[in-house]
C-alpha cells in the first residue's frame, strides 16, 4: 500500500511477477467539484476567508491548481476552469491570487473609495451586476477592491475593526446592488446594446417659416 511499510523486497515482487502476479494499482478517488465547494464553505466558516494555504491538507494543493488554471483562463488558454465554475469561485471570495502582493506602479494614482464606486457602476451598467472578478482587466484593481469592501463589511457587521467601510458607504454599496454575500447565476458577458432609434426630422411646410411679422424665418439644419 501507498505510503506503508512492506515486507516484501525487490526479489520476492519479481518471484510474484514470474508466478504471474497481476498488481492492481487503486488509483485515488478524485474529489467532486460539489463536494470541493463544500470543503471551501466549510473552511471559510471555521477561519472566515478562503485565502487557503498550500500546506493545507485537504484544499492546499487543489486550490493552487484553480489558482494555476485561473491564469490560464482569463489568458484565453486551455483551462480546467469553465466560466460558471469562476463565478462560484467568485460568489464564494475565493481568492485567485496569493503570496506576496504586486509592487504597485508609482506612475499609476491610488484611486479613491468614490473613484472605485464610480467604476463599480460603469461595471454594472455594462454587465448587469457587481460581482467583479478579482483579476478582472477592465478596470485594474476594482476586483480586488470588491473583494476588500465584502471582508470589511463582514467586520463590521461583527462589531470588528474595519476599514474602508462605514454604514453609510454600505448602504451607498447596496443602492446600487452590491453583492455582500454569495452571489449566483452572474455571466460576464456585456449587455447587448439596442441600436437607437432613427430620428425622422419635421415636414416643415413653407408656411410654418412665416413669423407672425410676415418675415420668413431661417432654418438650418446640422449635416
Not at 488509483?27 to 472566515?48: A, D, S
Not at 493545507?56 to 487543489?62: E, K, N, S, T, Y
Amino acid at each position: 500500500r501507498e505510503g506503508a511499510d512492506s515486507r516484501l523486497t525487490a526479489v520476492r515482487l519479481q518471484r510474484l511477477v514470474d508466478l504471474g502476479f497481476v498488481f492492481i494499482l487503486r488509483e485515488k478517488r478524485p474529489v467532486p467539484w460539489g463536494e470541493r465547494i463544500v470543503q471551501l464553505e466549510t473552511f471559510r466558516e471555521k477561519l472566515g476567508h478562503l485565502r487557503v494555504p498550500l500546506s493545507d491538507p485537504i484544499l492546499g494543493r487543489w486550490v493552487n491548481v484553480q489558482r494555476k488554471s485561473y491564469a490560464s483562463f482569463i489568458e484565453g488558454k486551455k483551462s480546467s476552469l469553465t466560466e460558471e465554475k469562476v463565478r462560484e469561485l467568485t460568489a464564494l471570495g475565493f481568492v485567485f491570487q496569493a503570496g506576496k502582493k504586486r509592487a504597485r506602479d508609482p506612475t499609476t494614482p491610488k484611486k479613491s473609495w468614490e473613484e472605485r464606486l464610480g467604476q463599480l457602476k460603469e461595471f454594472k451598467e455594462e454587465y448587469g451586476h457587481c460581482v467583479v472578478p478579482q483579476l478582472f482587466k477592465g478596470y485594474p484593481g476594482l476586483g480586488r477592491w470588491v473583494h476588500k469592501m465584502r471582508d470589511q463589511y463582514k467586520l463590521m457587521k461583527q462589531g470588528k475593526p474595519c476599514v474602508g467601510i462605514t454604514a453609510e458607504r454600505a448602504l451607498r454599496l447596496a443602492e446600487i446592488g452590491f453583492v455582500f454575500e454569495n452571489a449566483k447565476h452572474v455571466t460576464m458577458k456585456p449587455r447587448v446594446q439596442p441600436d437607437p432609434l432613427p430620428v425622422e426630422l419635421p415636414r416643415v411646410l413653407p408656411s410654418e417659416l412665416t413669423a407672425s411679422s410676415g418675415h420668413l424665418l431661417e432654418l438650418t439644419l446640422d449635416t
